[in-house]
């Protein structure tokens, strides 16, 4: 289980699954981007 604030609201995910599709799928926050899937990643 893994505890977290986004927004200043606590978020709790059961499940071991990708942070940014439980963002997008789970509370509809469509606005995280994965930059190194799209060349843009620094590393």
């Known amino acids: 289980m893994y505890q977290f ?10 499940e071991d699954r990708n942070l940014l599709e439980y963002m997008r799928d789970c509370l509809d926050i469509i606005s995280v981007k994965n930059g ?5 990643c620094m590393f």
């Not at 604030?5 to 059961?14: D, F, S």
């Open 36 to 40: 190194c899937m799209e060349g843009a």
């Open 5 to 14: 604030l986004i927004n200043h609201q606590p978020i709790t995910m059961e």
